[in-house]
């Protein structure tokens, strides 16, 4: 049996990366997906890729004009939501001496400004029975050096999982975080040879994740198969913050 039919599952930064090999999972989950991102020419790939059950709506999270072209468009074509994943991000390094305050608003902006105004629009047309599963990182409980406003970033993100829990669970919603560890996507394709070794010795399952291995973990958050699960946060790492 599919594990999300006759749900409709919004993911944003859902055209690249994590958030397109979940998009591409829950749509062979029964779903019907919209995906967002900035990118029209790799949302219209995504489209390709997954085949079926997918939509794409241009925009960026940042953006308020954007978010509300996004949900209009989840009404008017699904008639409400069941499940929202925040997949959107970015990771710029930057050690705190040369930090920028343009750096700061960036990251904050997208990470955690884009991801909570994103939830709050999601909820307003969410049934009970819907799941949120926001994507943090381990940075977000790690020192990280050169990545200090993208760890204390996803540190944000993680927090709100735990007061939307709260606040969401009397409207029958779930909210966890998905923290991923090192894993090979479109984020690190400018990370050299030697930076991958040295991640790849500290992770005790000695390799990077694959984006489909974090799609798996996701569609245990926004099914039914995790019922009693709310407020969690779910690593996949390798095992890397535990080592
Ligand atoms: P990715 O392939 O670079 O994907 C990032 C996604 O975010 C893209 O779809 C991008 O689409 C979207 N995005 C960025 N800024 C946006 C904006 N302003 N508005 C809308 N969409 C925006 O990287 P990824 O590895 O899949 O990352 C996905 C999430 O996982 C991020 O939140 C990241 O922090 C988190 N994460 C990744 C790793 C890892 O090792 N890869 C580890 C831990 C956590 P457009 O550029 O088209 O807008």
């Given at each position: 049996m599919l594990k999300l039919e006759g749900k409709t599952a919004v993911i944003t930064g859902g055209n690249s990366g994590i958030g397109l090999a979940i998009a591409q999972r829950f749509a062979q989950e029964g779903a019907h997906v919209f995906i967002t991102g900035r990118r029209q020419a790799q949302l219209d790939e995504a489209v390709a890729l997954i085949g079926g059950h997918v939509e794409a709506v241009q925009g960026d999270v940042t953006q308020a004009s954007d978010l509300d072209r996004l949900f209009d468009t989840v009404k008017a074509k699904a008639g409400g939501l069941d499940i929202l994943v925040t997949s959107s991000g970015i990771a710029e390094f930057s050690p705190l001496d040369s930090t920028t305050e343009d750096h700061f608003d960036k990251a904050f902006d997208v990470n955690v400004?884009?991801?909570v105004f994103t939830v709050q629009r999601a909820v307003q047309q969410m049934v009970s029975g819907g799941a949120i599963v926001l994507v943090g990182s381990i940075a977000g409980s790690v020192g990280n050096p050169g990545y200090g406003t993208y760890s204390a970033?996803?540190?944000?993100?993680?927090?709100?999982?735990?007061?939307?829990?709260?606040?969401?669970?009397?409207?029958?919603?779930?909210?966890?975080?998905?923290?991923?560890?090192?894993?090979?996507?479109?984020?690190?394709?400018?990370?050299?040879?030697?930076?991958?070794?040295?991640?790849?010795?500290?992770?005790?399952?000695?390799?990077?994740?694959?984006?489909?291995?974090?799609?798996?973990?996701?569609?245990?958050?926004?099914?039914?198969?995790?019922s009693y699960v709310a407020g969690a946060e779910l690593f996949i790492d390798g095992g890397m913050t535990q080592s």
């Open positions: 400004r884009g991801m970033s996803k540190a944000a993100v993680r927090s709100y999982a735990r007061t939307w829990t709260c606040e969401l669970a009397p409207r029958g919603i779930r909210v966890n975080t998905l923290s991923p560890g090192p894993i090979d996507t479109p984020m690190f394709d400018g990370v050299s040879d030697e930076v991958r070794l040295t991640l790849t010795n500290r992770i005790p399952l000695k390799r990077l994740g694959r984006p489909e291995e974090v799609a798996t973990a996701a569609l245990f958050l926004a099914s039914a198969d995790s």
